[in-house]
């Protein structure tokens, strides 16, 4: 089961979910490289597990095919695929020791002696001492290492990780992140893991799929999807974005829009949605890409910035940073993340301020689509 | 991170530690005493005297008086044995059977019946709304010679292969060891369904897919996962159809014959007909004794101490 021959891509076709009328995952195409680490992102509800779960087996596909290596195995029950699953709650058999829930693949398939193979695997994941344990003898954490043992143990072609950190608390999830990435390097399998904490994807994934509605809304690296999100959903789901909605008055190698009374610009590379004269266009720019300058100061601003005018209404110190909340004629309330590496005293709530940004850190959006998606799901995640 | 330095103390004025008062700490024995009186009442107060009968000697004309004869206990188990071995052969028997029986539906209501699951449960306790001697009885008309249950095993020749095991005889059922067994079996159930049902029930459906996850077959989930997890299911519905049944003469005495009579009918008859009060004591002190220590081996054997 060790051999890692090219092209073992898990490669999902048309492949859909629907229970009676409700279509949990429409159809969808989604090819994993194999030896990536690779995130299904998304709300609860969005079908991220569903996918992984007739990956799994588990769930049966409606339509559709799901192949690994070339070989299809749609119709293949659980038990006959060559991947392993951690699952959410962890699943341990309670009626076995560590050393026996870890043994139980291996087991299954005749492999006798079994001792060195689950020593060095405890070893992996660090539990050595826990062998002879029962799973309720074990903290969260390492019930969670027990898991991934479990499966890693049979070398599975890919392994599956349903939300296997939910249940730690938010340090212990930290460390896991970083525990599990070095585990992926270290044995080089492919991983794909279902969370719907998009800094847990960003961390740990090299490739995530943003799913919404049992569809997947974008896919690509973390940092590309971060930086150039195609929809209001991705926008607003992976970290916060300012999008402002304007009327384009020219476009060119630069799109020039009106919003707010003002005038925005962004590179036309930069903009997924089509462009006329007149029509409506979202812009997007990531809080952090802001700075604030007080309305007394706005002269030393340099030309060329797109610049929006509007006055604090909230402000929240947060140690690295401070988050402020402007009101402006540009938008509902928008977002800016100043670094705090000199106290400004000026910029208080009240304040009349200009903000200001390289135009370049400006991304366009379709204005047809809601300008709020998946934003409540982001507080839920958080 | 590591932190050296220690915390400074913080002052704390000594909290004053309220006792509570004695009529608090009273209350959890107020709460345990009408349990208590009633077992000493109804449980140690009976096993006491009937203790000591069973060292009497006398009649009933000239009155019983303790006179430490242990010689019963010896006396009703040389007379009497065969009817101890029978009993725990019939109990034995249908507690397996109850165990091959309830296991599947207890199976399927805990993990297949869905929304039918309440009802089926109602169904298995539905017997109970009928008194249990109405339901043996009924029992004697199913059975009957010439009935068509009879038939039917008659014309599938099954009775000749029951008769030719000893379980019935020519071609009659009632009044065989099979239907003394099948009554017990049939009023036995519900005690096998109801524990094993929420001993399955308590199983987490993830493991079965985690096992099926990891290359075990569906018949492997079970002998591996699903039925070590049902364990503490098993042992209690075993305990509650033997124990009770080891004792039972209500399914000998309808349905059985002289030859199939159990030990609790011996014991029965001892204390109601015969009126010797000292070996029917005895009997049921020997009776009490040896499932305490069946069950205790049982419970060892089986080690689901900490499954439970």
Sequence with gaps: MTQQQTGGDVRLTGISKTYGSFAAVKPLDLTVPQGSFFALLGASGCGKTTTLRMIAGLEEATTGTVSLGGRDITGLPPYKRPVNTVFQSYALFPHLDITENVAFGLRRRGIKSVRKQVDEMLELVQLGDFAKRKPHQLSGGQQQRVAVARALINHPQVLLLDEPLGALDLKLRRQMQLELKRIQTEVGITFIHVTHDQEEAMTMADTVAVMNGGRVEQLGAPADLYENPRTTFVANFLGTSNLIEGEVVSAGTEIVVAAGGGKLRLPTDRCTAPTTNGGKLLLGVRPEKISLAHADDADAIADGRNRVTGRIVDSSFIGVSTQYVVESPAGKALHVYEQNVERRAGLVVGAEVVLHWNPAHTFGLDAAQDIDAGVETVEDAA | ?308
Excluded at chain 2, 23 to 50: C, E
Excluded at chain 2, 240 to 249: C, Q
């Design chain 2, 1 to 308: 991170m590591t932190i050296t330095e220690e915390a400074p103390p913080v002052p704390v004025a000594e909290p004053e530690i309220r006792r509570p008062s004695t009529r608090k700490r009273l209350v959890p024995y107020w709460l345990l005493l009408p349990g208590i009186l009633w077992l000493l009442v109804f449980f140690a107060l009976p096993l006491v005297y009937q203790a000591s009968t069973s060292v009497q000697t006398g009649s009933l004309e000239k009155g019983f008086e303790v006179t430490w004869h242990f010689q019963t206990y010896w006396d009703a188990l040389t007379d009497y044995y065969p009817q101890f071995i029978r009993s725990l052969l019939y109990a034995g028997t249908a507690t397996l059977l109850c165990l091959l029986l309830g296991y599947p539906l207890a199976y399927l209501i805990a993990f297949k019946a869905g929304r039918w699951r309440n009802v089926v449960l109602v169904l298995v306790i539905a017997p109970f709304f009928t008194s249990f001697l109405i339901r043996t009885l009924a029992w004697k008309t199913i059975l009957a010679d010439g009935g068509a249950v009879v038939d039917v095993l008659n014309t599938l020749h099954v009775l000749d292969v029951t008769s030719w095991l000893g379980w019935t005889e020519s071609n009659r059922v009632l009044a065989t060891p099979m239907a003394v067994v099948c009554g017990l079996t049939y009023n036995f159930l519900p005690f096998m369904i109801l524990p094993l049902y929420t001993s399955l029930e308590r199983i987490d459906g993830r493991l079965h897919e985690a096992a099926g996850d990891l290359y075990a077959t569906p018949a492997t989930t079970f002998r591996k996962v699903t039925f070590p997890l049902s364990m503490p299911g098993v042992v209690s519905g075993t305990l509650l159809t033997f124990i009770p049944a080891s004792g039972d003469y209500v399914n000998a005495e309808l349905l059985g014959s002289t030859d199939t009579k159990m030990v609790g009918s011996v014991i029965q008859t001892q204390f109601l007909r015969v009126l010797d009060y000292p070996t029917a004591a005895a009997l049921s002190f020997i009776l009490m004794a040896v499932v305490l220590i069946m069950v205790t081996v049982y419970i060892r054997r089986s080690g689901t101490e900490d499954l439970v």
